[in-house]
């Protein structure tokens, strides 16, 4: 384990630590556009705006769909660190499942917004509504993708408890997204009707 | 890292439980508000729950509770600077606004008052070539481009009663066809007919000045207050369109071609081809849309300024017409009732660009 895994100076995974940095960085990203979509806020020109199209029992559905995909991918984690491969697979496969639902509740609020006449380039509040939470959309779709990955994966080569660190890496990038939609749920959801 | 096969279990179980209730609490608080706990704490209560998730998310499901404190420094300095830089954008766009009404209301009067004092205000250079570029800081009569002295060779008779046909006399040679009857009432005293007296700036060479009216000797008192030029605040115009419309439409008013539109003539011509009304409103509620001036397109989008003051308004308006170019015959200055008699139209910033087509502007 210890050469399979490279272990450094650091003595640790530099898989792992590598991950922590990428989400650092992240949190630079997406402080910088919550920052742009709070800067703007207020300060379109013309309808719609954010109270005209929030659909806070929606959202707050969605939301719950990525905790409980949060949940389920340190389940998966936890059966792949004592080598349970049926209950990994189920498990992955519904971070997966439960990420693409959350996928399909953007999808639905996108067009719905689009039909209420708010487009990116409509007015500020469209433009840094879509770029801040489009940015998120990509964060999970790319989290499904690489979970489905895993999943075909031990299907094509035995996977063991070797792997978990591996997984966790992907886990923790999932639940990163999942603290940020945490954030933009409060920020850009619901202080609106406060 | 490891931990006991059920009590890892147990723990996240837990977690996602408590997750979930504070995600149902923070539904509730905001689909059924609570009157009592006020904006404030709602607010500071929202985001207590929002950071407690948080936390319970990174510690507990991402592990660093009780992970090398490598990958929580690692996420923390990420976090640190992310604040800091939300922080930063924070303050910038929400603090100069801040500022506009009540400190740097302030300083501008100390700084008037020290230049009683000491007859003399240190400007940054910078800012003075701003000023000198449209000349506003001088006095107009001091000015090398001041407008020539009125041609007074239209006499207009204010009227006497409501029923009498509105006299006037034209002694110039001006075209009279082009003069339309109306009265030359004060504006500050009567909207309406302010409103009425724009069609007959597009005369040329007519000079409809409302102190001509002294000429005639019949109108008794509403004479006499006609006959007062409208005063308005030069210095305050100058200060308003140095700070908040320079950055686009530049110092002398020309604009940036293909960006911005110029304001130098441009403005005094839309006033006088019917445009006083629409000059408010594009203050007050914007414009936005395809719109054409001195053959020149553009596209853009002028923010609304409702947040200036009705006087600030007014007097930015008499500035970018009177002083970008000779002040147009018989222009009567806005006053704030002409801005705060626009405040209710609730218009879009499309909606005035349909006023300027109706003006046939475009």
Same mark, same amino acid.
């Given at each position: 384990m210890m050469t399979r895994?490279?272990?450094?100076?650091?003595?640790?995974?530099?898989?792992?630590?590598? &991950?922590?940095?990428?989400?650092?960085?992240?949190? &630079?990203?997406?402080?910088?556009?919550?920052?742009?979509?709070?800067?703007?806020?207020?300060?379109?020109?013309?309808?719609?705006?954010?109270?005209?199209?929030?659909?806070?029992?929606?959202?707050?559905?969605?939301?719950?769909v990525l905790l409980v995909s949060s949940f389920l991918m340190v389940l998966a984690l936890h059966a792949l660190r004592i080598d349970d491969i049926p209950k990994f697979r189920l498990w992955t496969f519904g971070v997966a499942l439960f990420g693409s639902i959350f996928l399909g509740f953007q999808v639905y609020e996108f067009v719905h917004f689009v039909n209420a006449g708010l487009s990116i380039h409509h007015n500020l509040f469209g433009t840094t509504f879509f770029v801040l939470t489009g940015t998120h959309g990509i964060h999970v779709a790319v989290g499904v993708l690489w979970l489905l990955g895993f999943l075909i994966q031990s299907y094509v080569r035995p996977t063991s408890s070797k792997d978990a660190v591996y997984l966790e890496i992907a886990g923790l990038y999932w639940h990163f997204v999942d603290i940020v939609w945490i954030v933009i749920f409060t920020v850009v959801y619901l202080v609106e009707f406060v | 890292m490891a931990k006991g096969n059920n009590?890892?279990?147990?723990?996240?179980?837990?977690i996602v439980l408590i997750l979930g209730v504070i995600t149902y609490v923070e539904f509730a608080i905001v689909e059924y508000p609570q009157a009592w706990l006020g904006q404030t704490w709602t607010m500071v209560l929202l985001a207590a729950l929002?950071?407690?998730?948080?936390?319970?998310?990174?510690?507990?499901?991402?592990?660093?509770?009780?992970?090398?404190?490598?990958?929580?420094?690692?996420?923390?300095? %990420?976090?640190v600077i992310a604040l800091a830089t939300f922080i930063a954008m924070t303050a910038m766009f929400i603090l100069p606004r801040a500022m506009n009404y009540g400190e740097a209301r302030e300083r501008a009067a100390a700084l008037e008052g020290h230049a009683g004092e000491h007859g003399e205000?240190?400007?940054?250079?910078?800012?003075?070539?701003?000023?000198?570029?449209? %000349?506003?800081s001088r006095p107009l009569a001091e000015r090398a481009d001041a407008p020539p002295p009125l041609d007074r060779s239209v006499t207009?008779?204010?009227?006497?009663?409501?029923?009498?046909?509105?006299?006037?006399?034209?002694? %110039?040679?001006?075209?009279?066809?082009?003069?339309?009857?109306?009265?030359?009432?004060?504006?500050?005293?009567?909207?309406?007919?302010?409103?009425?007296?724009r069609p007959e700036t597009e005369a040329p060479?007519?000079?409809?000045?409302?102190?001509?009216?002294?000429?005639?000797?019949?109108?008794?008192?509403?004479?006499?207050?006609?006959?007062q030029p409208v005063e308005w605040d030069r210095d305050m115009g100058a200060q308003v369109y140095n700070a908040n419309c320079v950055g686009c439409h530049q110092g002398a008013g020309q604009g940036i071609p293909g960006a911005f539109p110029p304001l130098a003539g441009h403005a005094a011509e839309v006033h006088a081809e019917g445009g006083r009304e629409y000059l408010v409103q594009?203050?007050?509620?914007?414009?936005? %849309?395809?719109?054409?001036?001195?053959?020149?397109?553009?596209?853009?989008?002028?923010?609304?300024?409702?947040?200036?003051?009705?006087?600030?308004?007014?007097n930015v308006l008499n500035h970018v017409i009177v002083e970008f170019g000779d002040e147009p015959a018989g222009f009567v200055p806005y006053t704030a009732a002409d801005v705060a008699g626009h405040r209710g139209d609730g218009l879009s910033s499309a909606a005035v660009l349909e006023v300027r087509d109706q003006l046939g502007l475009n």
């Open positions: 895994l490279g272990w450094r100076s650091t003595r640790l995974p530099d898989v792992k630590l590598l &991950m922590w940095v990428f989400l650092a960085s992240d949190c &630079m990203m997406f402080g910088a556009l919550i920052g742009t979509y709070l800067a703007y806020h207020n300060r379109s020109l013309v309808p719609p705006f954010p109270v005209d199209v929030f659909d806070i029992p929606l959202t707050t559905v969605s939301s719950f | 009590g890892a279990v147990g723990t996240y179980i837990l929002s950071v407690v998730k948080f936390l319970l998310v990174v510690l507990f499901f991402m592990h660093l509770k009780g992970d090398d404190r490598m990958y929580s420094g690692f996420f923390s300095s %990420g976090m205000v240190h400007v940054p250079e910078d800012v003075a070539a701003l000023i000198e570029t449209d %000349g506003a207009i008779e204010p009227p006497l009663a409501a029923g009498d046909e509105p006299a006037y006399e034209v002694t %110039g040679a001006a075209d009279q066809a082009a003069a339309p009857a109306e009265p030359a009432d004060a504006p500050a005293e009567d909207e309406d007919a302010a409103a009425a007296q060479g007519l000079q409809a000045e409302p102190e001509a009216a002294e000429a005639e000797e019949s109108a008794g008192q509403d004479a006499a207050a006609a006959a594009v203050l007050l509620f914007g414009l936005q %849309g395809p719109i054409q001036v001195e053959g020149m397109n553009y596209n853009g989008l002028m923010p609304a300024w409702a947040h200036l003051s009705d006087d600030q308004i007014a």
